[in-house]
């Protein structure tokens, strides 16, 4: 049976982001996210829940999204679920939490100056998880011929 783990999120930041470095120089940011629903129930009431995720960046995106991002930021992310599991060392009791591990994301707004690096929608994606359009991720998109008429 064949598995599929992807999820988009799209939502503010509760928190500025939380940067830190692998004793290999790995970036690491923690965020947490927050993701609003609202709708209206039977009776005509508009009701509203949030959903509170916490999501790990690595690499060169984890030190972008500690550069541009803080607490109250728009922001989209895809990633995949992951889930965390633990010995409370109060309890003893097994614990268990599903986060996100992102995979790329999208500033949804320019944060005011200088934010998003100068572009309000920078995509960043992971550069392993990013093939190029053509199916060949060993291409770069820049070896295109100029003169090829895209239509586009």
């Known amino acids: 049976m064949p598995n599929y783990n992807k999820v988009i999120l799209m939502g503010n930041l509760t928190r500025d ?3 830190k470095y692998t004793s290999g120089g790995t970036a690491i940011a923690k965020i947490g996210m927050a993701i609003n629903r609202t709708w209206t129930n039977k ?3 508009k009701q509203e829940e949030t959903t509170f995720v916490d999501v790990d960046a690595f690499g060169r995106q984890a030190e972008v999204i500690g550069q541009y991002l803080k607490k109250g930021r728009p922001v989209m992310i895809e990633g995949r679920l992951k889930l965390d599991q633990w010995d409370d060392k109060q309890t ?6 599903l986060g996100v591990t992102l995979e790329g994301f999208q500033f949804l707004d320019s944060g005011g100056a200088g934010g998003g690096g100068g572009d309000a929608g920078g995509n960043y994606q992971a550069q392993s998880n990013a093939p190029a359009a053509s199916g ?3 291409a770069p998109a820049a070896s295109l011929p100029e003169d090829d008429d ?3």
């Open 150 to 152: 895209v239509p586009f």
């Open 17 to 19: 982001p939380e940067v």
């Open 136 to 138: 060949n991720s060993s």
């Open 92 to 97: 003893g009791q097994k614990r268990s939490k």
């Open 43 to 45: 009776e005509g009431q």
